[in-house]
């Protein structure tokens, strides 16, 4: 019995087999932007500074290519990444460089034990709020 993948299916089980994580291309093109702070935004430590994004960008990535494989399966494949990562980047821009927050390596391993190593999409309001209260009980102290 033959079973037949969609397409979009088809080419994200080949990004799987790339010998390096997609993801990496996308963070060495958009890194040089980031609006790294120099305090952590809850507690205000100024050293082992991490930049996090609420929206992760391996599913970030993913949510993005589902419907651009769609339009173009031929294009929108890891061997021209380097070429619609500029397009990511702009599509996503907000989610890439805004959604974000500088927290100390304490803080930020403290919310992905909360909300997951890749947490999903659906919690990135979840992770803000969860930043604002900690970051007010910090200033009751
Ligand atoms: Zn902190
Ligand atoms: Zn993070």
Redesign the pocket.
């Known amino acids: 019995m033959t079973i037949y993948l969609p397409r979009d299916i088809i080419s994200i089980v080949k990004m799987i087999n790339l010998k390096r994580d997609p993801v990496k291309y996308i963070r060495d093109r958009a890194k040089s932007k980031y609006k790294k702070d120099s305090k ?6 100024e050293k082992e500074l991490d930049f996090h994004h609420f929206y992760s960008l391996s599913p970030l990535l993913s949510q993005w290519l589902k419907n651009k494989i769609q339009e173009r399966p031929s294009h929108y494949t890891n061997e021209y990444i380097v070429i619609w990562r500029d397009e990511f980047i702009e599509d996503c821009s907000k989610e890439l460089y805004d959604d974000t927050v500088t ?6 391993l403290e919310l992905h034990s909360i909300y997951g190593r890749n947490p999903s999409l659906a919690t990135a309001k979840k992770q803000m709020r969860w930043v604002e209260i ?1 970051r007010d009980k ?1 200033g009751l102290v």
Request: charge should be positive.
């Open positions: 952590c935004f809850i507690c205000g430590a927290l100390c390596h304490k803080h930020h900690q910090h």
